[in-house]
C-alpha cells in the first residue's frame, strides 16, 4: 500500500539542537515514502547539521532566511504548496514561539500560514521540558491539533539522563502517516474530471482544446491528501497519475461520460474541471485524408455530461467549471443555475498565464448560497485548495458508511 506521503509535499524544519544529525535520517526516510520535501532550518540549526546534507537528500535548496526572496513572499508561497510540516528537533524556543504565534524567522512564519497537519518533536534539556512554561505551550499545541512526538527518556547533552531525547525518526514518521491519511474530507467519495477531450477527425486529425489537465490533478491530488477517496477521470494529458488516486484515461466525450456515469454512483461530489470539447466531427474518417484529397468537417454537438449529472445528482454534491473570455460573473451565475451546480468555478482564459496551459488561474468561485470569492489570481495548488474546502462545507458531517 503506497504511503499517504506519496507525492506529498513536506515541510522539514529543523531547529538548534544536537539531535539535528538526526533530522537527515528523517528527510530520507520522507523521501523514501515518496513525499517531496523542502528543508527550512533555523540560523542555529545550521551550526549541528550542514545545509549540503538536507539539500542532497531532497534535491532542493535549503530554506533558512525569511527575506531571501522577498518578491516571492518565500513564507506564505512554501506553505500554500505544502501539505503538511514536521518539525524536529523542535526546542523549547520554537515551541514557545508556535505555541504563541509569534513569527520572528522563516520557519515560524512559514508554519504559522500553514494549513495542513504539523508534527513537532521536541528535544531539549529535561530541565527546559519539566519548566511550567514549556509543559503550557506543549498543552496549547496539543488543543490546536499539532500533533506532538515524544520526547523520549534517554542520554542527553552534558552527559545527563532523563526525558527530553527526541524520538526516533521512524516513530516521527508514523506519527506524520497517520495525520496525513486522516483529514476534512476523509470517509468522502470524490470523483474529478481533468483535461481535454479529443474528437476524432480522421486516424490522425482531431477537434480539441489546450487544456493541459494540471487544474483537474491538483484538485485530485489535494482531495485525495485531504482523506477522500478520489476517482479521476482523464482526457488526454502528459501529467503522471496523481499518487492515491484511482485514474480512468479516456480520449473522447463519448468515454468521458461512460467513464464519469460508471463512477457517479457512489460518489458524495463531483467536480467537473474537464474542458469537454462541445462539438465533434459527425463522420470520423477511417484512415488519413491526403492533403490532395480536400477535407470539409461537419460537426456536431457532443454529450453535455454536466447537465446530465444536474439532472440525476440528488443529495450529491455537484461543481463545474466556466471557462469564459467574456463576463466571468454573468455567464457563471447562468450557469450555475442552468447545470444545477452547488458551486462553479469562474474561469478567466485566452490571456497571459491563466485558463488552459498556464501554471495560474484567474477565477472567481458562485455558489446558490451567495458565499461567492471575489475574482483573484490563484496557483493552481490555492484553488483545488479552496475547492476543498469548499467541498467540505457543502458535503456536512461524514456519513458514517465505510470507503473502501
Keep these: 500500500m503506497a504511503s499517504p506521503l506519496a507525492g506529498r509535499r513536506v515541510l522539514l524544519g529543523v531547529t538548534g539542537g544536537i539531535a539535528a544529525y538526526k533530522s537527515a535520517i528523517l528527510c530520507r526516510l520522507l523521501v523514501q ?92 534539556h529535561s530541565g527546559m521540558h519539566d519548566a511550567p512554561p514549556t509543559q503550557r505551550n506543549l498543552r496549547a499545541l496539543r488543543e490546536a491539533g499539532v500533533v ?131 462539438f465533434r466531427p459527425e463522420a470520423p474518417r477511417e484512415g488519413k485524408t491526403k492533403k490532395s484529397e480536400g477535407l470539409e468537417v461537419s460537426l456536431v454537438p457532443t454529450e453535455d455530461i454536466l447537465s446530465e449529472l444536474g439532472e440525476r445528482k440528488g443529495a450529491r454534491v455537484l461543481v463545474g467549471f466556466a471557462a469564459e473570455t467574456g463576463d466571468l460573473e454573468a455567464e457563471g451565475r447562468r450557469k450555475l443555475e442552468a447545470k444545477r451546480l452547488d458551486l462553479v468555478v469562474a474561469n478567466q482564459v485566452g490571456g497571459p498565464g491563466t485558463g488552459f496551459d498556464a501554471e495560474t488561474n484567474r477565477a472567481m468561485l458562485l455558489d446558490t448560497s451567495g458565499d461567492d470569492t471575489p475574482l483573484r489570481d490563484w496557483t493552481k495548488r490555492e484553488l483545488a485548495a479552496e475547492i476543498c474546502d469548499r467541498l467540505v462545507k457543502l458535503l456536512g458531517p461524514v456519513d458514517p458508511r465505510p470507503v473502501g
Design 33 to 124: 515514502r515518496g513525499a517531496e520535501v523542502q528543508a527550512i532550518m533555523t540560523p542555529s540549526a545550521t551550526r549541528f547539521l550542514g545545509p549540503d546534507t538536507l539539500a542532497a537528500l531532497t534535491g532542493r535548496p535549503v530554506r533558512t532566511d525569511l527575506f531571501e526572496e522577498t518578491e516571492a513572499v518565500l513564507h506564505v508561497r512554501m506553505a500554500r504548496e505544502a501539505h503538511a510540516a514536521v518539525v524536529a528537533p523542535a526546542t523549547a524556543n520554537v515551541l514557545a514561539k508556535l505555541a504563541n504565534g509569534i513569527a520572528d524567522d522563516l520557519l515560524t512564519s512559514t508554519l504559522l500560514e500553514l494549513r495542513g497537519p504539523l508534527v513537532v518533536a521536541p528535544a531539549m
Design 148 to 278: 506532538v512526538v515524544g520526547p523520549a527518556v534517554g542520554p542527553l547533552a552534558a552527559g545527563d539522563e532523563g526525558i527530553g531525547r527526541m524520538s526516533e525518526p521512524e516513530e516521527i514518521l508514523a506519527a506524520l502517516e497517520e495525520a496525513m491519511a486522516t483529514g476534512d474530507l476523509s470517509g468522502r467519495r470524490v470523483l474529478v474530471t481533468a483535461g481535454p477531450t479529443y474528437e476524432p477527425i480522421d486516424a490522425v486529425r482531431f477537434v480539441g482544446n489546450r487544456s493541459s489537465g494540471r487544474m483537474g490533478f491538483a484538485i485530485a491530488a489535494e482531495a485525495a491528501a485531504r482523506g477522500a477517496a478520489v476517482t479521476l477521470v482523464a482526457g488526454p494529458s502528459a501529467l503522471a497519475d496523481p499518487s492515491g488516486v484511482q485514474v480512468v484515461r479516456v480520449e473522447t466525450a463519448a468515454e468521458m461520460r461512460e467513464a464519469v456515469l460508471a463512477a457517479f454512483e457512489e460518489a458524495d461530489a463531483v467536480v467537473k474541471a474537464a474542458a469537454v470539447a462541445d
